[in-house]
């Protein structure tokens, strides 16, 4: 069955340090691969997406992921962290075509900003 | 941002009674989604639909029905709510399907007592 495991629930960092949350998939082949940020009470914002190319994609609010195909990880990454940045934050998976319509979700890691 | 809207925005009712959550778009995608979101589940798919009229149960779809007469809109109907389903509930559009990435709306927050 296809899953997407984010190990980490709640991560807490200062602002300006470095931030790296985790995303693991398990897919039958390389799947579409997508974050999402959601502030509170808000919806889903996409952050960034991989599909195919270099493993490393920029998205916005100076986020970046990189795939690794030998782990099944697509963790994200920002040099410095801002006071706004802490939201929920969702990695997801999809197929790459045919009938497969749906995307799977982890259950999202909550990012703390101090001070 | 994409033009999708959800109503009511909030919404309380009572145990027993039928609700029915819309879902409006404007950027004419084919497919549209249903999950509900709750602490320590994230995100759950409840139904989704891949054309007018054109529907498919999701992981969590029991107690829940949808309908697509329209590109445009996708209604989620609980015919006879529960505790069970208070939740925050979101619609989400996509042009490709699994393979594209999705875009929701604000969502509703559901009450049922």
């Known amino acids: 069955a296809q899953s997407v495991t984010q190990p980490d629930i709640h991560i807490t960092v200062s602002e300006g340090a470095s931030l790296e949350l985790r995303c693991n998939y398990s897919y039958g082949a390389t799947p579409y691969l997508f974050w999402y940020v959601q502030s509170p009470g808000q919806g889903l914002q996409l952050l960034l997406k991989?599909?195919?190319?270099?493993?490393l994609v920029q998205g916005i609010k100076g986020f970046e992921a990189e795939f690794k195909r030998s782990q099944s990880s697509f963790n994200l990454r920002k040099p410095s962290v801002h006071w706004s940045d802490a939201a929920e934050y969702f990695c997801a998976a999809g197929g790459s075509g045919g009938s497969n319509y749906k995307l799977t979700f982890g259950k999202g890691t909550l990012l703390t900003v101090n001070p | 941002d994409a033009g999708i809207t959800q109503s009511p925005r909030h919404k309380v009712t009572e145990t027993g009674t039928p609700v029915t959550l819309r879902c409006h778009q404007t950027?004419?995608?084919?497919?549209m989604y249903w999950y509900r979101q709750d602490p320590g589940h994230g995100l759950r798919l409840i139904h989704y639909s891949y054309g007018v009229k054109d529907t498919d149960k999701g992981e969590v779809s029991d107690g829940y029905s949808v309908s697509r007469s329209k590109t445009e809109d996708f209604l989620l109907t609980l015919e006879s709510a529960t505790s069970s389903q208070t939740s925050v509930y979101f619609c989400a559009i996509s042009e490709s399907g699994g393979g594209g990435e999705q875009y929701f709306g604000p969502g509703t927050r559901l009450t049922v007592t």
């Open positions: 991989y599909f195919s190319g270099d493993t």
């Open positions: 950027e004419n995608h084919r497919y």
